[in-house]
């Protein structure tokens, strides 16, 4: 287990958790890391949050210390410093981000020159070197390094998704929420380059606005907007603050998440007998209701845990194009190597204007059973779920939900939780199981909360 590190990189309240000092830490070491063989190149991106001007400049200031020169992009989606670092002469990729959190958090991502996030290996030596268990002699004369203004880096990336979704959008009406993030500086200029009409709101980042009642995690102000003006869009996006991960909204208003786009996608794929292994990738938190779906038509469900990681890995595994998870990060595996809003986004308008349907009508035929999550504090997460009492009890709900529903148990990756989930045809038989198995947990395991 990473001290500094979790699955998304570092991650934590600028200037608390995650310091100028911190951000020129990993810069040094990663200057260090790849000066070994001479000076060498990295990438920098970041999203529009009020810390990332201040954390750039440090990671930057660490990289030219050490002897690499360092590209600043600016402000950009995540999934661009990706393309950018796979498709161009850099040795690796840092993105200043904290994706979905509010502003005064921020996080810094680092991707391989493959466009992956770095090994696990290579976070260890970075935390190594963080808690002064390695000491490094700062480049000096000609070894030191440049910071380097990249602005070209935007124009490359937005140049590369129009050739890969290279689909006449004229007389197509979008309407995007932009959340004050990345998206901001890349959407509405990919979607225009390839004719869409578009009109876009919380496009404005103020450094402060990032997520605040905007995007893809909280849609409801743009969901009322497509409401007011049903009619006039045939689709609505959303993007979460550093832009890999899409929510469509119908034109009435209605969510079209992480499950009916991989509906869409495994679908339109298969019948175009282009869907490796006849196969899609999700998470264990996938609806049932597209498990369904997927049976239905014939489609396999390969299923891992949470984290849009362990899709990609299992989708490398064995050669899928297609996965991703409920949240709205899809990973469309022969177009890049992570999830991308836009690219979503543009897949599921390439489908509707290869079949000539709507949104709508491209969601016919899925059914999404009501969700219930219950978090229960305990005080031993891994003693819960080999609790044979617990268990016995699990597998007696879902045997009387006779397939048509299920329970999940799972610990946090975080916090001294579990989560317990159920889906079922109604929200009241939810309750009840979740209630149930919640009530058990709490009663042998729980934490009493503070008064």
């Not at 990189?9 to 608390?16: C, Q």
């Not at 899809?330 to 992570?338: D, E, M, R, S, Y």
């Not at 290869?354 to 969601?363: F, M, S, V, W, Y």
């Amino acid at each position: 287990m990473t001290k500094y590190f979790g699955t998304d990189g570092i991650r934590g309240k600028a200037n608390e958790t995650l310091t100028a000092d911190r951000a020129f830490q990993v810069g040094r070491y990663l200057g260090y890391y790849y000066s070994k063989e001479g000076k060498k190149k990295i990438v920098i991106g970041k999203d529009t949050r009020l810390s990332s001007d201040m954390l750039e400049n440090a990671l930057a200031a660490g990289i030219a210390s050490q002897g690499c020169d360092a590209y600043l992009v600016g402000y950009c989606p995540t999934p661009a410093i990706c393309y950018l670092t796979h498709n161009e002469d850099f040795e690796c990729g840092a993105m200043i981000s904290a994706s979905h959190n509010p502003f005064y958090d921020n996080g810094i991502k680092v991707f391989s020159k493959d466009g992956i996030k770095l090994t696990s290996d290579v976070e260890d030596l970075i935390e190594d070197y963080i808690d002064g268990k390695v000491t490094l002699d700062y480049a000096t004369g000609e070894a030191i390094g440049k910071i380097i203004p990249y602005e070209r880096g935007i124009e490359n990336y937005l140049n590369f998704v129009c050739e890969e979704f290279d689909i006449d959008l004229h007389g197509v009406n979008i309407a995007m929420d932009c959340a004050n993030g990345s998206a901001s500086v890349t959407a509405e200029r990919a979607l225009k380059m390839l004719g869409a009409n578009v009109y876009a709101m919380h496009n404005e980042p103020n450094g402060i606005n990032i997520n605040t009642q905007a995007g893809s995690t909280h849609p409801q102000l743009f969901q009322q907007y497509m409401r007011e003006h049903e009619g006039e869009y045939d689709l609505g996006l959303t993007f979460d603050g550093d832009a890999d991960r899409q929510i469509l909204v119908r034109p009435n208003g209605e969510l079209v998440d992480g499950d009916y786009m991989l509906y869409i996608l495994g679908r339109y794929y298969k019948d175009q007998n282009t869907l490796t292994g006849n196969t899609i990738v999700t998470t264990v938190m996938a609806n049932l209701g597209l498990w369904k779906a997927m049976e239905r038509d014939g489609i396999n469900v390969e299923k891992t845990q949470v984290g849009d990681k362990y899709v990609y890995e299992q989708m490398c595994r064995h050669g899928y194009i297609v996965g991703g998870e409920q949240s709205g990060h899809i990973i469309l595996k022969h177009h890049a190597t992570t999830g991308d809003g836009l690219m979503t986004a543009l897949s599921i308008l390439k489908v509707m204007k290869r079949t000539g349907k709507t949104i709508d009508e491209l969601c016919e035929g899925l059914t999404i059973y009501p969700q219930l999550l219950v978090n229960v504090k305990v005080v031993d997460k891994t003693q819960v779920l080999h609790d044979e009492e617990i268990n016995a009890a699990i597998a007696s709900v879902e045997k009387q939900l006779h397939g048509n529903g299920r329970v999940l148990v799972r610990p946090s990756g975080t916090e001294p939780l579990l989560r317990v989930m159920a889906e079922a045809e109604t929200d009241e038989i939810c309750d009840r199981v979740v209630g149930k198995i919640a009530r058990l947990i709490q009663s042998k395991y729980g934490v009493e909360e503070e008064s």
